[in-house]
């Protein structure tokens, strides 16, 4: 596998000094409110419970699964959820956990979709962000990393389903899929 990798941007040490960082500031932010973390799977399923571990107040968990990419690097657009939340949100902060915001396509439609059902307040947080694919604006409260324009694999993040065992986060070659 580390040979389909062209560049490591982020090792296992900086993504869990990042994640503990994020962690401490979501656990000051939700003090004293009903908290409910909800992993976008399953590129976030690492962080998310990387996350969670770093997160020293009460809360729940939650997952949703969704795809927009079928088996290719290029987002479709269509957004589909293939798992929906098992818990009411009604009342709760709800925090949506991702892996990388890329056109922001997947967030916006998850945001409206989630938005009639009555909870407080619905925020992001991202371990990475592609700002030069960004189609549509997407507010993401806290946000880990800066990745370049280039295709991103591993720590819960794959490409047609692989790589997302790495440990780390790297560049994947373009050969891989382009062939
Ligand atoms: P968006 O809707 O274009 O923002 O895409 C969001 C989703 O596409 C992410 O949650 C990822 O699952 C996937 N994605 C975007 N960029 C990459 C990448 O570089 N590598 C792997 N998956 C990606
Ligand atoms: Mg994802």
Same mark, same amino acid.
């Given at each position: 596998?580390?040979?389909?990798?062209?560049?490591? =941007?982020?090792?296992?040490?900086q993504?869990r000094e990042?994640v503990?960082?994020?962690?401490?500031?979501?656990s000051?932010?939700?003090?004293?409110?009903?908290l &409910?973390?909800v992993?976008?799977?399953?590129?976030?399923?690492i962080?998310?419970?990387?996350l969670?571990?770093n997160?020293?107040?009460?809360?729940?968990?939650?997952f949703?699964?969704?795809?927009?990419?079928?088996?290719?690097t290029?987002?479709?657009?269509?957004? %589909?959820?293939? %798992?929906? =939340?098992?818990?009411?949100?009604?009342?709760k902060h &709800?925090?949506?956990?991702?892996?990388?915001?890329?056109t922001?396509?997947?967030l916006n439609?998850?945001? %409206?979709?989630?938005k009639?059902?009555k909870?407080?307040?619905?925020?992001?947080?991202? =371990?990475?962000? %592609?700002?030069?694919r960004?189609?549509?604006e997407?507010?993401?409260?806290?946000?880990?990393?800066e990745?370049p324009?280039?295709f991103?694999?591993?720590?819960?993040?794959?490409?047609?389903?692989?790589?997302?065992n790495?440990?780390?986060?790297?560049? =994947?070659?373009?050969e891989i899929?382009k062939?």
């Amino acid at each position: 596998m580390i040979n389909d990798v062209k560049e490591i =941007l982020f090792t296992e040490e900086q993504l869990r000094e990042k994640v503990k960082e994020l962690g401490i500031k979501i656990s000051e932010d939700y003090k004293g409110k009903d908290l &409910v973390v909800v992993g976008i799977l399953k590129g976030s399923v690492i962080f998310a419970a990387e996350l969670i571990k770093n997160i020293t107040i009460p809360c729940e968990i939650d997952f949703m699964a969704v795809s927009s990419y079928g088996n290719s690097t290029e987002t479709s657009g269509i957004v %589909k959820i293939l %798992k929906d =939340l098992d818990q009411n949100i009604e009342g709760k902060h &709800v925090l949506i956990v991702e892996d990388i915001v890329d056109t922001g396509v997947t967030l916006n439609y998850l945001l %409206k979709y989630l938005k009639a059902r009555k909870a407080i307040g619905i925020e992001i947080v991202s =371990l990475l962000n %592609k700002q030069a694919r960004r189609k549509v604006e997407i507010d993401v409260k806290y946000m880990g990393f800066e990745v370049p324009d280039e295709f991103i694999v591993g720590y819960g993040i794959d490409y047609a389903e692989k790589y997302r065992n790495l440990p780390y986060i790297g560049i =994947l070659k373009p050969e891989i899929y382009k062939k």
